[in-house]
């Protein structure tokens, strides 16, 4: 059976959505410094040495949306000011309320509502995701990403970038560094009240100490919920066929507490860069668990 979909007033919507995630970013961006790269992928072969892989890393993705509904005064006095019906304590309880209170109009807590036959249902709002997240890869390193999404009933784009720091492969006590960016647009094949399935497509660069690498990207993710739990369950995986290569996977759980999100699962990273540089082939693995911290309005 055909899916429907609602294109008809996606670009309002939208509109909103973006904004929202325009003002986001502009926060967000004092957060991201220029780090110089330096690592094993992508670096030079020192003479007489001989790269070897390692366990490696990489981010994802989880979500939900919160929002709280607040009540209009009721009976107040006509020639009473309007100042007068503001608590104080109500507001002073607004932000503890929007985090940890609200219920999210998106999966936990969103009310499937009766609808005429006949009737089309109302569309679900755009939904903003912020998220940060750190990979742990033992002895070897670490990394730290920031990824923000924008989620439409069916359309949306994702956009992430993670910092890697190793322990150099030559015996030194230096630090290789490694930067990952993407730039995603998003199609959502299953959207509803109990989560949603993307599939994605658009260009993501690697960062390496003698050479950057930008590429075609392809990705899908899953987030959906388990039962009547504040839980989710939530999966990614993303190829970069060429110039180099590169598979990035990580699967988890997501805890939603209104607006915020806690997420932990493992994470799989896979990067070649297929002898582009000096004609021998340098790869690394990393894996390792994750823990993230969000924000879904």
């Not at 790269?51 to 009721?74: C, I, L, V």
């Not at 009547?228 to 999966?235: G, K």
Request: charged share 20%; with cysteine.
């Amino acid at each position: 059976m055909p899916w429907p979909i609602p294109w008809a007033g996606e670009e309002e919507g939208f509109a909103v959505g973006f904004w929202k995630m325009l003002s986001a970013a502009l926060a967000v961006g004092v957060l991201l410094g220029a780090a110089p790269a330096e690592a094993r992928f992508g670096k030079r072969s020192k003479p007489g040495s001989s790269s070897k892989p390692s366990d490696s890393n990489k981010d994802k993705d989880s979500r939900d949306e919160g929002s709280a509904h607040r009540a209009s005064p009721a009976g107040r006095p006509s020639d009473a000011p309007v100042r007068a019906s503001v608590r104080p304590s109500r507001a002073r309880l607004s932000w503890f309320e929007f985090l940890f209170l609200s219920r999210p109009s998106a999966y936990h807590g969103a009310r499937v509502t009766n609808v005429r036959p006949g009737v089309r249902a109302a569309a679900m709002p755009p939904m903003v995701r912020l998220n940060v997240q750190g990979d742990m890869f033992g002895e070897t390193g670490g990394a730290l990403g920031l990824f923000m999404a924008l989620d439409g009933q069916r359309l949306g784009m994702d956009a992430r970038v993670t910092g890697i720091a190793l322990s150099a492969d030559d015996g030194s006590q230096d630090v290789d560094r490694l930067t990952l960016l993407d730039a995603h647009l998003t199609a959502s094949l299953w959207s509803s009240e109990r989560g949603r399935f993307r599939i994605e497509g658009g260009i993501a660069s690697a960062h390496a100490p003698d050479v950057i690498f930008v590429g075609p990207s392809l990705a899908a993710s899953l987030e959906a919920c388990i039962g009547p739990s504040p839980l989710d369950v939530e999966a990614r995986i993303q190829v970069v066929p060429f110039p180099h290569r590169q598979v990035d996977a990580q699967a988890g759980l997501a805890l939603h507490l209104g607006a915020l999100n806690l997420r932990g699962g493992w994470r799989t990273l896979y990067l070649n860069d297929a002898g582009h540089l000096d004609g021998v082939v340098h790869e690394d693995a990393f894996s390792g668990p994750y823990l993230g911290l969000g924000l879904s309005f």
